[in-house]
């Protein structure tokens, strides 16, 4: 994870091109990208890689992610490859204006929202909305967010460990609030895991 500060020196594309280096180095056949999520405009960098594949979740076989598959992918919600070739399912045409909604239900074409001409804002003006809210996959849901986990998340200030419960406005803050302090821990527990939350301490 990297603070939004330094995204203009796209530091995913730094360490992926480092590690594709160290695996070719190393003589490994395959570098896996790691967790890929379409829709996720800050996981797109990963089609840059080529080539590259996709496993689908059917038949288990890997796939390669070209056009037409992201085609498919722009489409559906769900796509397996070897499902759509036994039913005869074609990928849209590359022209075809394919139309996604967005968090506030409202439909924007799926071509402006990757090069950022979306005459519709609500994309920019996410940002201060916290991820509970957001509709991500793989977020701990906040039922599973106890006090007794949020209190206890370790904290470096000035040098020392402190858990958050020790924070004097630790109490009257909210998880739904992604500029204070326990909304900021809320979404890196939900994030991260609980068993990472667990052991990890954390640094302002």
Same mark, same amino acid.
Request: hydrophobic share 35%; with cysteine; glycine share 6%.
């Given at each position: 994870m990297?603070?939004? &500060?330094i995204h ?6 730094? &360490?992926?091109?480092?590690e ?8 490994y056949?395959?570098?896996?990208m ?15 890689y080529?080539?590259?594949y ?5 038949s288990h076989?890997?796939d390669l992610?070209?056009d ?7 489409a ?8 759509e ?8 045409a ?24 979306s ?11 916290s991820?509970?809210?957001r ?6 849901p ?5 006090h ?27 998880i ?18 609980i068993d990472c939350?667990?052991d ?5």
């Open positions: 990297y603070h939004e &500060s203009m020196w796209n530091p995913g594309k730094l &360490s992926a091109m480092r594709a280096a160290l695996a070719a180095e190393e003589g056949r395959w570098y896996m790691g967790y890929y999520i379409h829709s996720c405009k800050k996981m797109k960098y990963k089609v840059d080529h080539p590259q996709i496993l689908d979740p059917e076989t890997w992610l070209d037409d598959v992201k085609r498919r992918l722009d559906r919600k769900y796509v397996s490859l070897s499902r070739k036994r039913e005869n399912i074609e990928p849209p590359a022209n075809d204006r394919v139309s996604v909604k967005d968090q506030a239900g409202d439909t924007m074409d799926t071509r402006q929202i990757e090069d950022g001409n005459d519709n804002e609500s994309l920019s003006s996410m940002d201060d909305v991820l509970f809210f509709n991500m996959p793989g977020l701990l906040q039922s599973e967010l106890t007794d986990l949020l209190d206890h998340i370790k904290l470096r200030v000035r040098g020392q460990v402190v858990e958050t419960s020790d924070l004097v406005t630790w109490e009257t803050g909210s739904e609030d992604p500029e204070s302090i326990k909304g900021i821990v809320a979404e890196l527990v939900a994030v991260v895991g939350a667990k990890m301490v954390v640094a302002f």
